[in-house]
């Protein structure tokens, strides 16, 4: 059994605020010291999986190849989607590539979270759990004020389950909105089973993309047949295997990242 790090970077080009990206997307901006929320999310996961993995598209897989370049990371797998379907049908495409014992850890690539003690217990405690057949999903901890309490908080862990040492309260019955990271834990074989059962559609056209992709390439008119959904949509508020996992993560949201992203965009503009 491995733990494989499974990097989306499908994020389309868009933009940050008012400030449009076109060139590239933003988890490729050198934002902190030289480094970009890319780059930093394999940094970040490196001592916590043995393997690498990523998810991306037609146009922005060469971005994330320099980056592996950069890091002299020549050891990794890669999907390479013609029409991206959200990350439902991202999860899959990783789990029909991994062996079924795999424990897949999936991340965004634009997240600015500094990889401090604190972020490697959470998902130290994450893989434990998906090891005895869970569907983890990390929730961020927001304090609320007559909010109504979304589904996150009736799947959180209760105070003898949840592993994290700092979390002691039953956070299923706290004035407290947990919302989806982005991040999750599974097995590769438990999250083909329930997508198999929930979205029989899903799983046969992934399958059949998967066993079709050449070299990397998923096949574009395949591709374009899989449904669009994302894993909160299918596994949330469906699967009976899911477990939430609060936590608090400290991130890079400090005035020169800001400055450092104004003028990265700025330049991108002009």
């Known amino acids: 059994m491995k733990t494989k790090n499974v990097i989306l970077s499908d994020v389309k080009p868009s933009k940050i605020g008012a400030y449009p990206i076109k060139s590239k997307s933003f988890q490729y901006l050198p934002l902190v010291e030289g480094k970009s929320p ?8 490196k001592s916590l999986s043995d393997d690498l993995m990523v998810i991306g598209r037609l146009d922005n897989f060469k971005h994330s190849r320099d980056v592996f370049s ?9 999907i390479i989607e013609a029409c991206p379907k ?3 049908s991202a999860a899959a495409f990783a789990a029909f590539e991994s062996d079924p014992e795999d424990i897949l850890l999936i991340t965004p690539s634009d997240q600015l979270i500094i ?3 604190h972020y490697f217990e959470v998902i130290e405690n ?13 929730g961020l901890i927001q304090t609320t004020k007559n909010q109504k309490k979304s589904d996150f908080n009736k799947n959180a862990l209760p105070a003898d389950e949840n592993l994290q040492h700092q979390t002691n309260l039953d956070i299923r019955n706290m004035d407290i909105k947990l919302v989806n990271s982005g991040i999750y834990c599974f097995r590769a074989q438990d999250f083909l089973d329930e997508l198999k059962d929930l979205e029989p559609e899903l799983f046969q056209s992934v399958k059949r ?12 008119i395949l591709n374009e047949l899989i449904p669009e959904k994302s894993l909160e949509c299918v596994i949330l508020s469906r699967s009976q295997k899911v477990k939430v996992l609060p936590a608090e993560f400290n991130w890079y949201y400090d ?16």
């Not at 994450?126 to 990390?138: E, F, P, Q, R, T």
């Not at 993309?209 to 574009?220: C, D, I, L, P, R």
């Open 38 to 45: 890319f780059e930093l999310t394999i940094e970040r996961n």
């Open 70 to 78: 950069k890091l002299k990371i020549f050891n990794y797998d890669e």
């Open 86 to 88: 959200n990350t439902a």
């Open 115 to 117: 990889a401090d003690k």
């Open 126 to 138: 994450a893989k434990k759990i998906a090891k005895n057949g869970h569907l983890v999903i990390i």
């Open 209 to 220: 993309a998967h066993f079709k992709k050449s070299g990397g390439f998923v096949n574009e």
């Open 255 to 270: 005035i020169n990242t800001v400055k450092k992203l104004k003028m990265e965009v700025n330049h991108e503009v002009n």
